[in-house]
């Protein structure tokens, strides 16, 4: 076995020009995959890190996002003097009603795009300590005033520091940029939430409640009271369950379009690896003929043809594997699909996903190799000899 299996990988060197060809055009179906898959794994680490596991978010029962759910600020209050609330420095419970509204703006393309505003209450910070400032200030409540997640300022001119921007019947100004260290809340607009009730003509009515508990124990059980309360018939979630569905919701369309991708390009690269094959077969007849002859039986042709092919796939897994790494960390923005809002992020290349890319690399130097394989272990011995 060694014999024809060293044979063989030698032979893919020798033919320089060919191995190169289907090298390269499997590779590229590597880099598009891993690309995908980390557009995919950027969005879903993005959402996942937003949660907190001691916070618990309310919605109205049925209600699958903050887009689609409303109920009286009374029900708020009711849930903000609950048992198991967290109390800040002065006594006041961690609770912040707030209101999510969709607004359409321009990006630096001009095209155009939804963005997420969020309004939200005075204890909205403490609630969510990653959320911190880092250019200007914060919006004071009452005098029309925003901040800008970082992740959108790069996309919209219109969110920039200092300039004002139309949310409704109000101009808002905008006072400062936020970050959230990697969160999806950068992806979001912040105001009061009476500020955008009012210029948008909205009523009195919150998206969901906010409440910060001590430990996520305490966030369970509160979470659990207030589902048991029929007077309040609201949706209670952990902060990190809510945004883990969105994460599975927005990210399996990622998965789903790479892996179509994917595989409608392997199956034309395919063909590639097999005409390569083929080519290394042909020009090798007198060759696989004399290790026939020397005793190598038709498995072991086979065996070593296929180890060939796959050898083929691997340099390309590795190569495709190499040039996406410059990938991971760049910036991009698309849709949250329970939302419907833009969405900024970074792209996060995982070692999963590499792995997976240099498996698909493998199966199709595989797949393009077996008919090339079984044609060199089937031809008798007198013909593969006689030929030049």
């Known amino acids: ?48 890190t937003s949660g907190d596991p001691r916070n618990v978010i309310v919605l109205r029962d049925g209600a699958q996002s903050e887009m689609d ?16 609330v967290a109390r800040g420095e002065g006594g006041e419970p961690l609770a912040s009603g707030e209101v999510m509204i969709i607004q359409i703006l321009k990006r630096a393309d001009g095209t155009e795009s939804n963005v997420s505003l969020r309004g939200v209450g005075p204890a909205a910070f403490a609630i969510r300590p990653r959320v911190r400032i880092v250019r200007g200030r914060s919006f004071v409540p009452g005098r029309a005033e925003v901040i800008a997640g970082r992740g959108l300022v790069r996309r919209y001119p219109a ?10 019947r109000v101009r808002f100004r905008v006072v400062g940029i936020f970050d959230a260290e990697g969160g999806s809340f950068a992806s979001e607009v912040w105001g009061a939430t009476e500020d955008f009730a009012n210029a948008f003509r ?120 190499l040039l996406s790494l410059p990938l991971n960390g760049l910036s991009a923005g698309t849709a949250n699909w329970m939302t419907f809002s833009e969405i900024s992020f970074t792209l996060h290349t995982t070692p999963r996903s590499l792995l997976v890319g240099i498996g698909l690399a493998v199966a199709t130097g595989l797949i393009g190799g077996l008919l090339p394989a079984i044609s060199a272990a089937r031809r008798p011995i007198t013909t593969l000899l006689r030929e030049v």
């Open 1 to 48: 076995m060694n014999l024809p299996l060293k044979y063989n990988v030698r032979s893919l060197f020798v033919r320089k020009g060919t191995t190169a060809m289907t090298v390269v055009s499997i590779a590229f179906v590597v880099l598009v995959y891993i690309g995908v898959l980390a557009l995919g794994g950027g969005m879903d680490r993005t959402l996942t």
């Open 69 to 84: 759910s409303y109920f009286p600020p009374e029900k708020h209050r009711e849930m903000a003097a609950l048992p198991g």
């Open 159 to 168: 969110l920039e520091l200092g300039r004002e921007v139309r949310f409704g």
């Open 202 to 321: 909205r009523g009195s009515y919150y998206s969901s409640s906010l409440l910060r508990t001590s430990s996520p124990a305490e966030a369970r059980a509160l979470a659990a009271r207030i589902e048991g309360d029929q007077r309040l018939k609201l949706k209670p979630r952990l902060e990190t369950e809510y945004y883990e569905e969105q994460a599975r919701v927005s990210t399996a369309a990622f998965r789903i379009f790479g892996t179509v991708l994917a595989g409608m390009m392997a199956f034309g690269v395919c063909f590639a690896a097999a005409n390569t094959m083929y080519a290394h077969i042909a020009a090798r007849g007198r060759e696989i003929g004399t290790l026939r002859a020397l005793g190598f039986g038709r498995r072991i042709v086979l065996l070593t043809f296929l180890a060939e092919a796959a050898l083929l796939g691997l340099l390309a897994g590795l190569l495709g594997a």
